[in-house]
């Protein structure tokens, strides 16, 4: 089982670029989250995708959007970067939860997003 | 809204010391809780977690117990080793919803042989 995959590593892009960050889940999940980890602080929920709809959404603007494609992967876009936008970007994997039972993400390594 | 406090840090701990990492939490209902770790280059990863209160989630020598009554999830190990040397995040899901964790900001432990 190759776990929760993300790629690129590692990506560097100027001041109102786009960007778009992949993500491939563990194994038999359905569920995707996103979140975005600032240098020292801890991760933010982005988004969550089930059945290609964006399911939940943190505090994040519209210039942060996604997909979800059949085989469950998923991509993160960000338009109009700005350098706030430099972060760690997780992918998290899971079992969609219905009504209050939790079902534990599994994380990836991240995309570290650097805005020049 | 819901939010996660950690003590800050850094913290620098020698062999076999005993580790206390401190969280609290504010969250409507009956949130679960946990705490997971981060080691360089890698994801995070669930070190326990707990459902309800006064529940004690244990892992690798890792403790905490969820305290309804000071909403508070501390992090004990009774002595650490230097393969614990990472970063540890306490985070919730609220009760209202399943599918979105809360993460604090997270506490560097660095442990010296």
């Known amino acids: 089982d190759a776990g929760v995959t993300q790629s690129p590593t590692h990506l560097i892009k100027t001041r109102g670029q786009q960007v778009t960050l992949r993500c491939s889940p563990k194994?038999?999940?359905?569920?995707v989250s996103w979140y975005q980890q600032a240098l020292g602080q801890g991760p933010q929920f982005i988004f969550q995708y089930y059945e290609e709809e964006e399911r939940q959404r943190g505090n994040f603007p519209d210039r942060f959007s996604g997909h979800q494609f059949p085989n469950y992967s998923s991509e993160l876009n960000v338009n109009a970067l700005l350098l706030g936008d430099s972060a760690l970007y997780l992918c998290?994997?899971?079992?969609?939860?219905?009504?209050?039972?939790?079902?534990?993400?599994?994380f990836g390594p991240g995309t570290r997003l650097t805005v020049l | 809204g819901d939010s996660v406090t950690q003590m800050e840090g850094p913290v620098t701990l020698s062999e076999e010391a005993f580790l206390t990492i401190n969280c609290t939490y504010t969250a409507t209902g009956y949130p679960s809780l946990f705490w997971y770790v981060q080691y360089p280059g890698e994801g995070l990863q669930l070190l326990l977690k707990?459902?309800?209160?006064?529940d004690k989630g244990s892992n690798k020598g890792f403790e905490a117990t969820y305290r309804k009554e000071t909403t508070s999830f501390h992090l004990e190990k009774g002595s650490v080793q230097v393969s614990d040397s990472a970063v540890y995040f306490c985070a919730l899901i609220s009760s209202g919803s399943a599918r979105q964790l809360t993460f604090g900001s997270g506490t560097q432990l660095t442990v010296l042989p």
């Open positions: 707990a459902t309800k209160a006064d």
């Open positions: 998290a994997s899971s079992l969609f939860s219905v009504g209050l039972a939790y079902n534990e993400q599994f």
């Open positions: 194994s038999g999940h359905d569920t």
